[in-house]
């Protein structure tokens, strides 16, 4: 079942951006070309909001317009044109496809690695078939035993008209309009996303992956997800899939804000393997996202586990503010670049009140010619006092034309909390590529062996079923990167 | 046929000759060891065997069961049927000794077209075969040779030689780093598994291993070349006089 489950939110996401083979006859109502107030004002309208929200992506807007991209991350990439992108088309029907032959081979050849069904693959690549099972009616099952539990888990679109106080409330809270150029330029354009609410003392039943909203729409380059976790609540939320993903987008600006309260704990994972362009990089996503979690309740807990393979660039760094005592950020990460990718990934864990605990496990690849780089900040406020961080930095190289760096910042304003740092360079070595090879594996099972073990640490907090297909997804991102 | 055969085997590395036209030949139900000083090109050979990068043949050629392993990759030596016990087995941090173990195993029984295990199956038979040579089931789960004793390394690598069931197998310095127990019950897992249908080529400095696993032929190798063969016999005179006088008189 629960495979079945991961295939289909698959299948949501691929097919209803993958853009090879498909015939191009999508009825596709989008907004004029270019960003400007209007285009703002026609989103809004498009999606029937209250004034307030629109005020808000209009300020978001103006704040944008002050400001400048940022340059900081150690990634190069032509400067973006805003005014030759799209802000808004309606949402797609799902294309259809005849039959496999249709579909692009090497998307085939992947879903093969992945060991995914033919029936599965079917339904991923959007082929028409008769459904397993009825999805919907899963979905609403699903829907019903959530909302049993008083949990709502929704299009973030969906709840502005339905729980306009709860979005009024938190959005924006963590992350403000003004944190940064692409949260600002989200702010104001942003068309879709996820919004789950856990009410006191519940905690979810399951996994909450973007399969369960109903009446999905296509979310866009311009994501935005807001989780709030009230007292004493779990739950745990999966995003992305294994599958390749492409975009006719290249820019994608998420926005994902995650709120705890006492005793809460958020525990956030994401596979992501948007399209990294071809062997130079041409034609790849940027990935230019911003996720934060505030800890704003006594002993809560936020963890983010990240596998990161795919886009041509990544600049993302999914942070914690640990402003309730006692409260936890964990940070948990794997990063694969091969041919000409770049990415910039980190963490920020800042740390307000007394006794938090942060610990970062953070995991680079590099191959190719790609460049990894881990950027982190850990931050000890004043009145931290016995707070403790633990960050632990391995980058691991293949080739000798890739790069890793490790850009660690560290501000500790008491001198009552413990920072820990630990950082290790180290390459596949021959040796153990010869060990493996002796027993029988070929070049790309040894090296996809030894990568994800040098991985584990971040893979066991992947949830069970995402675990395995990110361990061969991984694998197949480093294929001809050895020998 | 004969399971192995060295012919004229020679081998430069960094420009100087280690291996000066070797021949050997090693037939099923055979154990033969081959003993040297340091230097004469007992690693190099093994390394040779098994298809290391820069080990490649000047001249000379080998056949394993009558095919020839110029033409094969490492890998495609190892799913064919030969084996190298490691004198420094390498550590895999992160890489569990059972899943290593098990993709292991199904490469070689995808080549013999005997299907992959399932891991239950799996699981099941490596624990039997682990309880015989004395391995504990902690240590499958612990990453490959990661933290291992010098014994726990070499009782790790003949259990791989025995999931693994190869037709020839190459134990390089199996007996280094080991005190006597360990030597006692890596010998015993080594015999357990000699046949009619294998081979075994035992590659040592010292005679002491031999008392333990009795080979059927002894070769002494030295300056890249076997300059005499014999039965057990001939162990025993190296133990009591040393390389130099059977070197000497060569």
Redesign the interface.
Known sequence: MVATQETIDKVKEVSSTYKYGFVTDLEAEKAPLGLSEDIVKFISHKKKEPKWLLEWRLKAYKKWLSMEAPNWAMVDFPEINFQDIYYYSAPKTKPKLNSLDEVDPELLRTYEKLGIPIKEQQVLAGVAVDYVFDSVSVATTFREKLAKEGIIFCPISEAVQSHPDLVKKYIGSVIPISDNYYAALNSAVFTDGSFVYIPKGVKCPMELSTYFRINEQNSGQFERTLIIAEDNTYVSYLEGCTAPQRDENQLHAAVVELVAMNNAEIKYSTVQNWYPGDKDGRGGIYNFVTKRGNCLGKKSKISWTQVETGSAITWKYPSCVLKGDDSVGEFYSVAVANNAQQADTGTKMIHIGKNTKSTIISKGISAGKAQNTYRGQVQIQKNAKGSRNFTQCDSLLIGDKCGAHTVPYINQFTPHARVEHEATTSKI????L??????????E??TS??V??????VMKELPMEFAVEAQKLIGISLEGSVG | MPLLEIKKAKLKLDNKDILKGLSLSVSSGEVHAIMGPNGSGKSTLSYML????GYELESGEVFLQGQALSDM???ER??SGL??A?QY???????GGM??LR??VN??RK?LGEGELDHLAFVKEARKVASKMFVKDDMLKR?VNVGFSGGEKKRFEIL?MAM?KPKVSILDETDSGLDVDALKIVSDGVNAQRNDENAIVVITHYQRLLDYIVPDFVHILSDGRIIKSGGPELALEVEKNGYAGLINAA
């Open positions: 070595s021959e040796d153990q010869f060990y493996c090879l002796q027993r029988g594996l070929d070049t099972q040894a062996l030894i994800n073990g040098f991985c584990k640490e | 098994a298809g290391r990068d990759e490492a890998d190892a799913r084996f190298l490691f087995p390498v550590e895999l941090p992160g890489v899943s290593f993709e292991a490469s070689r080549f990453a791989q693994l």
